[in-house]
């Protein structure tokens, strides 16, 4: 499941946009010596395709780099009951993302529930929550794992192709039960940067304008279909387009839609989308009523 999500969590566009945050971040971040920690970055420069009203900029925390000016919050011992991805109980060395956050984010600035906490590792593999969320649930960053079988490394985390990783520099944990749903919240190791962004910036036309009335398919669709499928092109590629050329809700009827996004095989025998059984009726109602939105929102 997690190699899964490391591999297909991924938008194609948005990446773009990602990487030059991450190239710029690097860059002023090299290149200015001052004690302001935060990185500024004008996100509407670098969108050109998306519409933007001026302003609407984006936050990138370069770990590494703040790490080095000793400018993360100081660490603390936590122990998680059981990591998803160790399997087991796990003691780390680290700090609440929300004491990074408090000291250096205008949160005026942001909209919890209208912004993105996009968490960006070293492979560009990328993984994101709404800003509330982090807000609410305030996850852990890791910089050091204190119950390692070796002493001082870090114990190596086993993706599902058997391969071994050492999560460092950093990997982000959840205290809570409730986050431990890999497919809900990302654990991301590697990690290396982390941005805020407005969420019209980090889905473009994908992203419904009338948040209100679409917001809660939008979120559904966004955490369990869009690192497959892309809206307007934005989103992964495993899965067909679900826009173009044609628009889905136009050639397929509603209840079949749905009996379908609950249960590809009772249509296709070797389906490769994954059966949505633990999302709700009233769940895949509202992400269709999304798709059927975002099909006149141009
Ligand atoms: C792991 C990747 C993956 C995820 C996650 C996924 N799908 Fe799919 N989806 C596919 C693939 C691949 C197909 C093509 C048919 C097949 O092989 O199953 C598909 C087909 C579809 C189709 C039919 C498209 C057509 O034109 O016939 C719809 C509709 C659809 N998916 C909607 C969704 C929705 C809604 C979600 C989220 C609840 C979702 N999918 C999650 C991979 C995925």
Known sequence: MVVYMRCFFYFDQLQRILLLC????????CTHNSKEPRNTVEYEDLTDNHE????????????TELQEKNQLPSYQK???????????????KGFYLRQLLDSMVDYKKFQPLQSQVMFICS????????????????????VQDLSSPDGGKWEKIKQQNGKMVSPEPFYMVW??????????????????TIDIIPNQLAYGKAYPKDSKLYGDGFYLFK??????HNIHNVGGSLGPSLTSPRHV???????????????????????????????????????????????IQK
């Open 78 to 92: 936590l122990t998680i009951k059981k990591d998803p991805l160790y399997g087991k109980k796990k003691i780390f």
């Open 123 to 142: 492979d560009g593999y990328t993984s994101s929550i709404e800003l509330t969320e982090v807000l609410n649930k305030n996850p852990f960053v890791v």
């Open 223 to 228: 955490r369990n279909c869009m690192s497959c």
């Open 22 to 29: 991450f190239c710029l971040g690097l860059v002023s971040a």
């Open 175 to 192: 205290e809570q039960e409730s986050a431990t749903d890999v497919r809900k919240y990302p654990w991301p190791y590697n990690l290396v």
């Open 249 to 295: 809700t136009d050639y397929w009827k509603h209840d079949e839609l749905l009996a379908f996004i609950k249960d590809p095989t009772t249509f296709r025998p070797n389906a490769k989308m994954p059966s949505s059984r633990h999302l709700t009726d009233k769940d895949l109602k509202e992400i269709i009523k999304y798709l059927e939105h975002i099909k």
């Open 52 to 63: 933007l009203a001026s302003g609407q900029n984006g936050l990138s925390f370069v770990l």
